[in-house]
């Protein structure tokens, strides 16, 4: 399996794309490589079942979410990510409304975002948009306290540096 030319992280390491990556509120390693997953995951697979080690050497990218910049961007805002179709009816009220909102769509995506400014006059919409959907500084908060007790993480950070 690991003699598939296009595993780049053993067959061309230098000239390779290819990277460990961590994201800090989950702990897992994983490989980012632009051919041959199904092979190197197979390798890991049978690697595994024999109990030998097949050592890897590539850069390693990190992403961590900024605790400091996400506490500022909730005590001013709250985004809620949705099917594009599920507010069609109801955007045309938001318009002509005093609710101070962004709407960013994606292009050729099904999601949009909806983030709410915290304000005396939104706080009724974000009320009843908490009631019916899961925002995203929920999902986000979650991920902040779990990148902080991320063993995974702290091991690779006490032994490498992040990109």
């Known amino acids: 399996m690991l003699s598939y030319r296009e595993i780049r992280i053993i067959h061309s390491p230098n000239t390779s794309t290819d990277e460990f990556v961590v994201f800090a509120w989950l702990e897992k390693l994983f490989i ?14 049978i690697a595994k079942q024999l ?4 050592p890897l050497i590539a850069n390693l990218r990190c992403y961590v979410l900024n605790e400091h910049y996400f506490k500022i961007f909730d005590q001013h805002y709250v985004a809620f990510v949705l099917p594009r179709a599920e507010l069609d009816d109801a955007f045309q009220y938001f318009e002509q409304s005093n609710i101070r909102f ?3 769509v994606e292009r050729h995506k099904e999601l949009e975002i909806f983030f709410f400014a915290r304000s005396t006059d939104n706080h009724k919409i974000i009320s ?36």
């Open 32 to 45: 980012s490589n632009s051919g041959g997953s199904h092979h190197l995951a197979a390798a890991h697979y």
């Open 51 to 54: 109990n030998y080690a097949v």
């Open 102 to 104: 962004i709407k960013l």
């Open 128 to 163: 009843i948009f908490e009631e019916k959907y899961r925002s995203l500084n929920e999902m986000i908060s979650w991920c902040v306290a779990k990148q902080a007790h991320n063993v995974v993480l702290q091991q690779i950070l006490s032994k490498n540096s992040c990109l």
